[in-house]
């Protein structure tokens, strides 16, 4: 492969170099462009070796598939497949492909990199939750890492959530575990992660260069999707198991479980709402942060799809119809959350785009599970965002590039 990568690895693109501008305009739907989909390899099928269930954890790799195909999709992307284990893997990025009539077979095909690991260990689990991202090596590290939370359903306080590994999934070094001690941090800290960009952080966040939070339904978690800035490597290389990582609050809104309280929501609120991941966008002079997953529309119930009920199957949160949606958050409220000057639960998204029409296994308007997770190519501004269970119960990645 002819691309340069110029140094990824110590975050030397446009809006992570330490002294580059830092965005004054944000990104709009409008800006959002729609490049098409790709399918994922065909593993172990029926085994927790596969993409079968998965894709709900995804982080874009800069220096991956050096040796790929000089497609203008460089780098690579690890994930997790099987949502019994969430077992990581690696691939590499082919083309996307615009089926005109959803068709799967039209689109291409990625490839393993690196086969299906065991990282985490955690089939114990009921329900679970998983976020990895990749990070360049930070504070005394002499290598990239991958960092990871996890969770499950049901969660004690004392439960612990973040680590790191290697890249090489066969030799993967694990080292944790550590947790965040925030109010409801079994629910709100530990299932989607992502960059924070450098120059911002090291401006407003003291060089905490990683976002974690979760999103739980039914707003255990709080009442819309949470954010917290953190860096393990300040602590040690690694932290100590047990670690109570230092954090900043970016985002937070007030968990029913706090009934007692007065209740702060994200606009539009609903327990049935689903956000599976976020990214930090930038693109020349305009940035945001984003939350992807399946938005609650209607009248909203605790029972299954056909009404309120407490003995009965597929029991959880309902709504009337769901989307899958994006939804904006301006960056410049996080800064005034840090300097006190809002408050934690009083930023809100600016905007909002329904990507239905591009996904393919939307056959009702009560169907959950739009959207799975999220990453983002900052130096291309590529974002990609899996679809599970679409072909043959495994995830596509559908591919957007910000204008």
Request: glycine share 10%; proline share 6%.
């Amino acid at each position: 492969m002819s691309f340069s990568c110029k140094n990824i690895d110590s975050n030397e693109n446009d809006n992570n170099k330490e002294n580059s501008p830092i965005p004054t305009e944000l990104v709009q739907p409008q800006d959002i462009e729609y490049l098409g989909a790709f399918r994922l390899p065909v593993e172990e099928e029926g085994t927790v070796n596969s993409w079968e269930w998965g894709g709900f954890a995804l982080t874009y790799y800069p220096k991956g598939d050096k040796d790929g195909e000089d497609d203008g999709f460089p780098g690579s992307l690890f994930g997790t497949g099987h949502a019994w284990e969430y077992r990581f893997s690696e691939i590499n990025i082919p083309k996307p492909v615009i089926s005109r009539n959803k068709k799967i077979s039209e689109l291409n095909r990625a490839k393993t990199l690196q086969g299906f690991r065991d990282i985490l260990n955690i089939s114990d689990y009921e329900i679970l939750r998983v976020g990895i991202q990749y990070l360049p090596a930070q504070g005394g590290q002499s290598k990239g890492k991958l960092y990871f939370c996890f969770g499950q359903h049901f969660q004690e306080p004392q439960d612990l959530t973040h680590g790191w590994c290697e890249l090489d999934l066969k030799n993967p070094k694990k080292r944790g575990y550590w947790y965040i001690d925030t109010s409801h941090h079994e629910y709100n800290t530990n299932d989607y992660m992502f960059e924070i960009p450098k120059n911002w952080a090291d401006k407003y966040a003291e060089g905490y260069y990683l976002a974690t939070g979760r999103f739980r339904d039914g707003g255990w978690s709080g009442q819309g999707p949470s954010l917290f800035a953190i860096a393990p490597w300040k602590q040690g290389n690694p932290p100590p198991n047990g670690t109570k990582l230092k954090y900043k609050t970016l985002l937070k809104y007030t968990s029913t479980e706090d009934y007692d309280q007065p209740q702060h929501t994200m606009n539009d609120y609903q327990n049935s709402d689903e956000w599976q991941g976020g990214v930090w966008l930038t693109k020349g002079n305009k940035a945001a942060v984003i939350f992807v997953g399946t938005k609650g529309k209607g009248e909203c119930w605790y029972g299954n799809e056909n009404g309120p009920c407490l003995n009965c199957d597929n029991r959880g949160w309902w709504s009337t119809k769901f989307e899958g949606q994006i939804i904006f958050y301006d960056p410049s409220d996080f800064v005034k959350v840090l300097k006190g000057e809002l408050k934690e639960y009083e930023p809100q998204p600016y905007a909002k785009l329904n990507i239905d029409k591009y996904l393919y296994h939307i056959h009702s308007e009560q169907q959950k599970d739009h959207l799975g997770a999220v990453a983002f190519d900052r130096e291309r501004g590529y974002l990609y965002i899996m679809e599970p269970y679409v072909d043959n119960d495994r995830p596509i990645v559908h591919v957007f590039k910000i204008k």
